[in-house]
């Protein structure tokens, strides 16, 4: 067997290893999640062998220490202030990525889009300090005296709001880099044939390129959306530590994620119910990132655009 030939070999085995190794990993995790919310351990039963999955879905209260394991607060505050991140980032991340595939110059081009992506690169530690220091005393705490007619409460030093603006600023760069990527690869001779019919840049892209582009942008969507379900300095910071079931997100509650880095590090003894409940969490949270990565992929595949 010719060097080349075994040199081949050699990187078709180095990358086959990376990618099974990803795979071990995430089977790896799933097994650790799995075993400690049912099966359990030396230490003691898995959460779910002494709570049962209704009580845990539907229940309305979370103290795990006092026996309350209703999750519902948690995946209430998770999905609000993913909401709020959701309708700042999604449209702010397409119409600045139509603007860089579609109007602007190459030079201006390569000035904006690396600029954009340094968000990217901000720990979330600081999006936390943005929150705190500067969103919510200097644009949310000027509207209490409405929202004191309101909800009967004012802004709370934490709160959802500006945990779910700061979570929308951070995966606007997400959203706009994938779906710029998408809008580029749309054929040129669409928007040729758009410009001889007569229609203007701006119809051209919004109703050429962009259905054109479609199924890409809903799948960068979706993968953002995963992105701010699972992110967890900015809103431990900014949301609170409260499992609070409430529709008002000018108060503080607690998120899926937040419950998870305070848990870690509080003082749970290993196998009791506080420490457990961790694994619960954190099982229900991969479950609905998972389905989310599901439904972008069928997304991509049941309405791909292919262009010969």
């Known amino acids: 067997m010719s060097f080349r030939r075994v040199k081949e070999q050699a990187i078709y085995f180095l990358l086959f290893l990376c990618a099974f190794i990803s795979v071990i990993v995430t089977f790896s995790i799933i097994y650790i999640l799995f075993k400690e919310s049912f099966w359990g351990n030396a230490d003691g039963a898995g959460f779910f062998a002494r709570y049962s999955i209704w009580q845990f879905l539907f229940g309305t ?21 993913t909401g709020i991140a959701a309708a700042i980032s999604l449209p702010l991340g397409l119409a600045s990525a139509v603007y860089l595939s579609e109007y602007a110059s190459p030079r201006l081009r390569g000035i904006l889009k690396p600029t954009l992506e340094l968000l990217a690169g901000i720990p979330t530690v600081v999006y936390g300090y943005l929150a705190l220091v500067f969103i919510t005393p200097y644009l949310l705490k000027p509207l209490d005296p409405i929202l004191t007619s309101l909800f009967s409460t004012g802004v709370s030093h934490f709160n959802a709001m500006s945990a779910g603006i700061v979570v929308g600023l951070m ?99 290993r196998g009791s119910d506080e420490y457990i409940s961790i694994y619960a969490v954190g099982m229900t949270l991969f479950v609905m990132t998972f389905f989310l990565n599901v439904l972008s992929q069928y997304i991509l595949k049941r309405f791909r655009e292919v262009y010969h």
């Not at 795990?64 to 202030?81: D, E, F, R, W, Y």
């Not at 530590?241 to 305070?262: H, W």
């Open 61 to 81: 209260q979370w103290a795990p220490q006092n026996g309350h394991v209703g999750v519902l607060p948690l995946i209430s505050a998770t999905l609000m202030i």
């Open 171 to 269: 995966i606007i760069p997400m959203v706009s880099s994938l779906s710029e990527d998408v809008l580029r690869a749309v054929p040129r001779g669409l928007r040729e044939a758009g410009l001889a019919l007569g229609a203007t840049r701006f119809d051209v892209s919004c109703r050429i390129v962009v259905p054109a582009a479609l199924s890409g942008i809903l799948a960068s969507f979706l993968l953002a959306i995963s992105r701010a379900l699972g992110e967890t300095m900015a809103v431990a910071m900014a949301a609170g530590a409260i499992a609070r079931l409430s529709l008002n997100p000018f108060q503080d509650m607690q998120t899926m994620t937040g419950y998870i880095a305070e848990a870690s590090k509080s003082d749970a003894t």
